[in-house]
Structures are given as C-alpha cells and as structure tokens.
C-alpha cells in the first residue's frame, strides 16, 4: 500500500481466545509413509540485559536495514523524506505518531501489507503490524479447544516448529506462571517432504498453573494504587510500570522460577516483570498484550518481553518495558513513550526470518 495518513486505530479485540477463522490440521492419513521423530524442546521468555545470558526457546527476528550504496540516501532517509513528521523512522520500520501503529517498508515507497513481511511479522491490510503471538494464537485456538472433543491423545498440528514455539511461549505467558519446561513434539515428514509438527493437547494439560491467591493479593494491591490516582490510561499504565519495576530486582538466576517464588523474593525476569505488569493492567480494566522480540542493549540484540499498551483516551498504542524500568528508570519509563527511540531500540519476533534457537544455559 503507498504512504498516507494512518488508519484510524479502534484497539485490540476483547476476546483473547477468538479465531481468526476456522483452521483444519492436515494430518495424512498414511501414516505408515511417513517418517516421524520424537523432539523435546524448551521454552522461556526470560529478559537478558547482557552478552552473556540469552533468552528463549524461540527464535528471534532480524532487523532488515537497507544497504545503500556510498553517498547514496538511505532506504530511511528516503522513508523520513516521504513521511514528514507523522512517523518516527528507523530502518525499513516507521511508528505512527497518531496510532502508535508498526510499519514495514521494503522500497521506503510503500508499506508492506496483506502477509509476512521480509521481516518475518504479519501486516494486516492496512500495513499495520500485528503482534505475532496473538496471530499464531488465533491460527491454532480453534484447534488447540477442540482437541479436547477427540480424547487424551489428540493431537494439535503445526505447520512449522516456529510456530510450534510461539504458540508455546504464548501458552507460557497466558496459562503458566512459570517458564522453561521442557516440552515433547513429534515432527512428521509426509511424502513429498512437507513436515508438520505436533503435539499431545493432554502435554497442555499438565503444564498449565495458576500463581497463589498472595501473588494476585500484591497485584491488587498495586492495581488499587494505580486506581487511586490519576484516571488516564497513559500515567496509569506509567504509574503501574513503576510500581511493578520497584517491586522486584532483575535477576538472572530466577528465569525459571514461579510467580509465587518471583514475588516472594521479589526478584525476577522479563517474564515476571511483563506478566505481572499485565495482571495489574488487567486489574485496572486497562487492555494490554505482550511482546516478545528483541531490544537492543549497548550494540547486542537481546531476546526480550515487554508489552504494548491501548491507551483508549487517545486511540493509540503505547509501549512499556518494566524490566527496563527496574534498572534505570528513566530509561525503561521514558524512552519506550518515545516512538523515535522505541523504533531503534525494540524489535517483535517474526514468524519467519529467524536466526535460531536461543535457548538459557
């Protein structure tokens, strides 16, 4: 779609177990001519603020930059000159001012739109991007809910291990109240080489966990704080991120610990400061979705969670990074409010485009 004037945003959809559509599995019916292997694999979503310590089970998006020739504009000085002052740019992307809305560019002449990106993320039909959890979550719901109708041993299938791992780290954020499990998937090669990926709907079952009644206690009580004060969505969400960042210390060591044991201590992960600032946005009435990607820290691309936030009193996204805010507030609270600094620093994962599989060790 050629450059204009945004779309004007109406927020996320309130039903976050609606389908996009029906989806059917393809399961071949002979079996007995495929090639089928057992895998385990495991996932997290724990934040790293260092070389040293990487994130999750999932792969992670290239940034795509254009390369321009010596002495010859860039693809983003070329997007800044065609978009004025309605987006901040940065490389192939640009963030509407008046939406809050992603956008991808591959020639700085149009936006992207209708499919995934060379980025690896999804772009409706306005060119807006989509968050690629909620996506792969709503290809496979329907699926995944009615899988319960064909018995224990049913089956959920995957059209590829990428978006195997998604829809695991969303059942993580969504139905776990921790991370790192490991998780068995069997991948199948049917005749003409097309491989699925599956998993039992009962491995599910057994993982999915609830926090205690004393971690929801701390998050209602930091709701009612966050309540008591101003009622505008954005210092509200502002507000929550301070209280949650201050709540608990970054440390490493507990990516693979629960809630309960992250509030307890009050230390945690990306995964802890991102889900628990969900619950109390959610608390507050306050819609919100997490995102998983990448943020580029002193030079090096971190795996990463943070949230994008709906701000309803003035239609438009804004994005929040607790983790960031517990160890420099200004930078975690101010900076993510700041689409220009936002668009360079924070990258979604994709679907496709992936460089491989991190994993914490």
Not at 120 to 144: A, H, M, P, W
Not at 179 to 190: C, M, V
Not at 197 to 223: D, G, L, R, W
């Amino acid at each position: 779609m050629r450059f204009k004037n945004p779309t004007k945003t109406t927020g996320p959809a309130q039903s976050e177990t609606a389908a996009c559509g029906s989806f059917q599995a393809a399961i071949s019916n002979s079996i007995s001519a495929a090639r089928t292997a057992i895998f385990a694999i495991a996932i997290s979503a724990a934040v790293i603020f260092s070389a040293s310590a990487v994130c999750p089970g999932i792969s992670m998006v290239v940034p795509c930059y254009a390369q321009d020739g010596p002495g010859t504009p860039s693809l983003e000085d070329n997007m800044k000159e065609t978009l004025g002052n309605q987006y901040a740019v940065k490389g192939n992307y640009a963030i509407s001012f008046e939406t809050g809305d992603i956008f991808f560019s591959e020639d700085s002449q149009t936006f992207f739109s209708s499919g995934v990106g060379s980025d690896g993320c999804v772009y409706d039909e306005n060119g807006k991007q989509e968050n690629t959890l909620s996506y792969v979550r709503d290809k496979y719901i329907g699926q995944f809910e009615s899988a319960d109708e064909n018995g224990p041993g049913s089956l959920i299938t995957f059209d590829t291990k990428n978006e195997l791992n998604l829809f695991l780290t969303w059942f993580q954020l969504e139905h776990m109240d921790h991370q790192g499990d490991l998780w068995s998937f069997t991948e199948k090669t049917e005749l003409g080489g097309k491989k699925q990926f599956q998993i039992m709907k009962s491995s599910f079952e057994n993982k999915a966990s609830e926090p205690s009644e004393a971690y929801y206690a701390v998050v209602n009580e930091i709701a009612d704080k966050v309540k008591a004060g101003s009622q505008l969505v954005d210092s509200m969400s502002a507000y929550a991120q301070v209280q949650v960042a201050q709540y608990m210390t970054y440390d490493s060591a507990y990516r693979n610990e629960t809630m309960d044991k992250a509030v307890s201590d009050r230390k945690g992960v990306c995964y802890h400061y991102a889900k628990m600032m969900k619950d109390v946005l959610d608390a507050c009435g306050i819609q919100s979705e997490i995102i998983c990607g990448e943020v580029i820290n002193d030079g090096v691309d971190d795996s990463h969670v943070w949230l994008k936030v709906w701000d309803s009193d003035n239609n438009k996204w804004i994005y929040r990074d607790p983790t960031r805010a517990s160890m420099s507030l200004s930078s975690g609270l101010f900076s993510v409010d700041i689409y220009d600094i936002y668009a360079g620093s924070y990258r979604q994962v994709g679907l496709t485009k992936l460089v491989g599989y991190k994993r914490i060790g």
